[in-house]
């Protein structure tokens, strides 16, 4: 499980990510790990005043995988086989992406684009709190 990260600007004004938050909670519940696999490279303002358009396009470079975060994801994926074997699996990882409101989906494309491009099999599912 992994959220949408908001900007080190948002998270002074807020004081929290409501998308980690609701992340950690249902995580928990599922007995299920976060991995911090995304960071915010720009701020991009608040998304509310802006048209589709202007999303879709402040969204496209908006997104990365966290430095370090690699060897946690493979490690979730392969397992713990030992160092000298791997496992094989047939199935893609399967990933739940967590993020607070979902307007026009451009965050979420944003984020699944960058998450695609990971060295593994991957499917990606989402969860919002709300639909604007």
């Known amino acids: 499980m992994t959220y949408v990260p908001v900007s080190n600007e948002r998270l ?4 929290f990510n409501q998308a980690e938050r609701l992340a950690s909670g249902l995580a928990a519940a599922c007995r ?12 991009t303002t ?8 202007e999303r879709i396009e402040t969204m496209k470079e908006a997104f990365s995988i966290s ?5 946690t994801l493979r490690d979730l994926y392969i397992g713990k086989a030992g160092t000298n074997s ?16 979902y ?5 979420l494309d944003a ?4 998450i695609l491009q990971i060295d593994i099999p991957i499917e990606i599912y989402t969860l919002t ?4």
Do not use: W, Y
């Open 12 to 15: 002074a004004e807020r004081g």
């Open 46 to 53: 608040k998304q509310s005043f802006k048209t589709r358009g």
């Open 129 to 132: 709190m709300a639909r604007s």
């Open 67 to 71: 430095p370090g975060v690699m060897d």
């Open 32 to 43: 299920l790990p976060v991995v911090d696999l995304l960071q915010r490279r720009i701020n």
């Open 86 to 101: 791997t496992r094989v699996h047939s199935c893609p990882f399967q990933l739940l992406l967590i993020d607070d409101i």
């Open 111 to 114: 984020c699944g684009r960058v």
């Open 103 to 107: 307007t026009t989906g451009s965050t």
